[in-house]
């Protein structure tokens, strides 16, 4: 799988809204949480949801706590990249 990147919008520091032509997350959409780890390691563990045929979100209490850790900002890139079969990294990119 590609790497998804996005740069985030005012809308997305309360849940990140991801517009795609297919599953991106598959064992998210199964399981309605997709769990990451970040740059420094620390795991986090979003809710996931799948709003529409194209449109899928990431919210939930570990949303707000990563936004609030990792000070991310309307402009800045988010980046999730599956590393393993049940392994997905999360990085956040200041443009």
């Given at each position: 799988m590609a790497p998804f990147s996005k740069i985030?919008?005012?809308?997305d520091l309360?849940?990140?809204?991801?517009?795609?032509?297919s599953e991106p997350f598959p064992?998210?959409?199964?399981c309605g949480h997709l769990k990451v780890i970040?740059?420094?390691r620390v795991p986090w563990d979003f809710e996931y949801r799948v709003k529409s045929r194209?449109?899928?979100v990431l919210s939930?209490?570990?949303?707000?706590?990563?936004?609030?850790?990792?000070?991310v900002k309307a402009g800045h890139k988010v980046t999730i990249e599956?590393?393993?079969?049940t392994e997905y990294k999360i990085e956040v990119s200041r443009t």
């Amino acid at each position: 799988m590609a790497p998804f990147s996005k740069i985030v919008e005012l809308a997305d520091l309360r849940e990140l809204t991801i517009t795609c032509s297919s599953e991106p997350f598959p064992d998210a959409a199964n399981c309605g949480h997709l769990k990451v780890i970040d740059d420094r390691r620390v795991p986090w563990d979003f809710e996931y949801r799948v709003k529409s045929r194209n449109r899928r979100v990431l919210s939930g209490k570990d949303w707000g706590k990563f936004i609030t850790t990792n000070k991310v900002k309307a402009g800045h890139k988010v980046t999730i990249e599956r590393l393993s079969q049940t392994e997905y990294k999360i990085e956040v990119s200041r443009t």
